[in-house]
């Protein structure tokens, strides 16, 4: 499974589970459209930590490497290629 796929899946299955999985495009979103609030930010980063073994801080990412699965998925490409990762 892709990285975007994987992230697809989390955001159905954990934040919005009533919406089919073909609604979650690689650019939707997910901020504007209240698929993810700032809490939920953070739980996808302690996600990111546990399944990527990437420990991000504050200082690290910004609400645009959260935005849509296609950002998401370079914050965690960047990462592993930086040698942040377990």
């Known amino acids: 499974m892709s990285i975007c796929d994987e992230l697809r899946t989390h955001l159905r299955d954990v934040y919005v589970p009533d919406v089919p999985l073909e609604e979650i495009t690689d650019d939707l979103d997910v901020l504007h459209n209240g698929v993810v609030d700032s809490l ?47």
């Open 40 to 86: 939920g930010v953070l739980r996808l980063m302690a996600w990111l930590d546990q399944r990527y073994g990437i420990a991000l801080s504050d200082a690290d990412v910004t609400l645009d490497d959260f935005r849509t699965i296609s950002s998401m998925t370079a914050l965690i490409e960047r990462e592993k290629s930086a040698g942040r990762h377990a």
